[in-house]
């Protein structure tokens, strides 16, 4: 008894940890609506230099964690024949990209609630993919989460940014493709496997951005009195805004279930349009912000539900 206990506990730690790691990750994520804004540079442009430091950043901690391995080049063999994790990576690759362009042609806001959507597919695919069926809580905070969304789509949504509005939707399906897709493979691989494959699919996933912007960063490289200026927002977009978070989401998503790892991290979406109104002054309507309230308040609530199980 004492011990069915302890590992209850156990989980119990763990879970909070990965709360609080997804949490501060998300807290970084939201910064990219403002260093996209700034960035004096073409879409694709900012997105593919965003990856490349991003994936050098991510190169350097994988290298580090491998040191430990008796074989490190046949663990990263292993996780390179995976089609799960090529596919994670796509996934991750088509929501960075397509966010950007989203950003560029729509408001913040809408470039990140829409993107935000993404609880939704989760929710309704963690049954029959992950054999992980969603929770009253669950339920009731993916509504509400339907409901923010409403409300930000009617303060926000007109003709005029139809193009960012369908890019940000795309983005939402790679968002919502990677904790299920890394869910999935994880259930299927050994342990010591399972810890190393989401920073090497996310590693893809920079890595096939990159590949993708790179005509566009090789026809318009950033130029003018600017140049500096937007390199530099770039490094901290590659480094703080996604290498860093995205290694401490790597770690959480092992310790969360595929839909309380999106759910939580929805407090980006309410973070990323006030950083981008106080740098730039683009304000969203009150409507959008009523969704914003309305999101967090069911990401607390959801919290406060499973921590009191």
């Known amino acids: 008894m004492s011990e069915a206990l302890e590992g209850e506990r156990a989980g119990g730690r763990a879970r909070r940890t990965g709360a609080l790691l997804v949490l501060a990750a998300a807290a970084l994520w939201s910064t990219g609506g403002v260093g996209v804004k700034i960035a004096d540079a073409e879409p694709l442009v900012v997105a593919g230099l965003r990856s490349v430091f991003a994936l050098a950043f991510m190169i350097v901690v994988i290298a580090v964690q491998l040191r430990g391995e008796r074989r490190p080049l046949a663990v990263m063999g292993q996780l390179l024949r995976r089609p799960l994790v090529w596919a994670a990576a796509a996934s991750y690759a088509l929501m960075v990209v397509m966010f950007v362009l989203a ?107 990159v590949v993708v912007a790179a005509p566009a960063m090789l026809a318009h490289p950033p130029s003018g ?36 790892s999106s759910l939580l991290a929805t407090i980006e979406p309410v973070l990323n349009p006030l950083w981008v109104l106080l740098a730039t002054g683009e304000r969203p309507s009150a409507m959008a912000a009523a969704g914003g309230a309305v999101i967090v308040g069911a990401v607390v609530l959801q919290t406060i539900g499973r921590r009191g199980r």
């Open 103 to 209: 950003a560029r042609r729509t408001t913040a806001a809408n470039a990140i609630f829409i993107q935000y959507t993404a609880p939704v597919y989760v929710a309704l695919l963690s049954a029959p993919l992950l054999g992980e069926r969603p929770t009253r809580s669950d339920l009731l905070a993916t509504g509400a989460c339907v409901v923010g969304m409403a409300l930000t789509f009617g303060g926000e949504l007109d003709g005029g940014r139809a193009a960012g509005n369908v890019l940000a939707i795309l983005s939402s399906f790679g968002f919502a493709g990677l904790p299920l897709l890394l869910r999935i493979d994880q259930k299927r691989l050994a342990p010591e496997l399972a810890a190393r494959a989401p920073l090497v699919a996310m590693s893809l996933g920079n890595a096939l951005a």
């Open 225 to 260: 009195p600017a140049r500096e200026q937007t390199l530099l927002v770039l490094f901290l977009l590659g480094t703080l805004q996604i290498g860093v978070p995205y290694v401490l989401y790597g770690v959480a998503v092992r310790r969360l279930r595929a839909l309380e």
